[in-house]
């Protein structure tokens, strides 16, 4: 394996990560319940974009979303001159996240140009599924009761029992919202044929 494939498929490996990781993490405390899970996405981003650089022949041509991206940071961050704010520093981190999704947008597009948008929309409903198998076993979990016996490994409240069965997202829509795309994913990998029929019906089942 040559240095060109390992950067790859470690960029791809942490690509991957991005839509299974974070939403699956037990860490949520407030102020700011959904910090961990934002920077996990934004590690994983940069690791992503870290293995890429070896990949792409001219740094200088980026991706329009990556420009996109950069120009709504740019006016979130001068935000603060042109308007009054109710909420000072909510724009700096809005200018932030964008900075951030323009780095992923350059990822993902070196990428693409590596592998074809097929073979990584393959892989992105891989990381979908997995995804989505991962909430449904914690769901699963909390609708019997063994997320209770689990030493606070999985979350889990005890004095509503019968309403907390929201994965590790903490909602009941957006565990219903992910769960869906996990079986987006799969019906996309049966119907480009790279799992089987018996996997398919255990999945969309389950």
Not at 10 to 16: G, H, K, Q, R, Y
Not at 38 to 59: D, Q, Y
Not at 167 to 183: C, D, P, S
Request: charged share 10%.
């Amino acid at each position: 394996m040559n240095w060109k494939s390992l950067s790859l498929g470690l960029s791809l490996f942490f690509w991957c990560l991005i839509p299974i990781v974070p939403f699956a993490s037990r860490t949520h405390f407030l102020p700011l319940p959904q910090w961990w899970g934002e920077m996990e996405t934004v590690c994983f981003a940069l690791a992503a974009l870290l293995f890429t650089l070896p990949l792409r022949h001219a740094l200088s041509r980026l991706p329009r979303a990556s420009l996109w991206c950069l120009m709504m940071a740019l006016l979130w961050a001068v935000q603060p001159w042109l308007v009054p704010l109710l909420f000072p520093g909510l724009n700096t981190v809005t200018a932030l996240a964008f900075c951030a999704l323009a780095l992923l947008a350059l990822a993902t597009t070196t990428l693409r140009e590596e592998l074809g948008n097929g073979e990584l929309t393959i892989w992105l409903a891989r990381a979908l599924m997995a995804g989505g198998l991962v909430q449904s076993l914690i769901g699963f979990a909390q609708l019997t009761g063994l997320a209770e016996l689990s030493n606070g490994i999985l979350f889990y409240d005890s004095e509503h029992p019968t309403t907390n069965i929201f994965g590790h997202i903490g909602q009941r829509n957006q565990f219903a919202h992910y769960l869906m795309w996990g079986v987006l994913g799969a019906v996309y990998l049966r119907s480009r044929e790279q799992i089987g029929k018996p996997v398919f019906m255990a999945w969309t089942v389950w």
